[in-house]
């Protein structure tokens, strides 16, 4: 096996350039990392049943808090809603109240001014029929 088949981690675990001081185990940076990394990984999730036994109760609370928040502002909201829906149905019924009224009081006016020009044309009827004509003379 040549030294580029070896690479770093090969059959001569020292790199190159170094000499060799004794027979041993040589371990570079990425592999402690590594190494490093997976007992904290370990560490986590055996220390993780713990942490959540301790935890659960406040997230439990926080969450309860969380929806009870949210059933409050949604009452708001319908209560709201409810109050626009009665202003606007009020208001319609108000529009509609007085523009029939309005309606009303032109047919009243109306069927009044009707009646007045039906007794002024027949006073001027009358009028005109107690009226001599002229060129026509009374005869006796």
Known sequence: MSEEDRGEYGANPQPQGREEHGQGLYIGKRSLWLLAGGALGALA?????????KVRPTAVGVVKEGYAFK????????????????IIAEAIYEY?????????????????????????????AKIDAEQPTPGKEEQP
């Open 45 to 53: 999730a055996l220390s993780l049943e713990k942490v959540t036994r």
């Open 71 to 86: 059933e409050w502002a949604a009452g708001k909201y319908e209560k709201v809603k409810e109050d626009f829906e009665d």
């Open 96 to 124: 509609e109240r007085e523009h029939d009224a309005a309606v009303d009081a032109d047919k009243r006016e109306k069927a009044i001014l009707e009646r007045i020009e039906r007794i002024v044309e027949e006073r001027l």
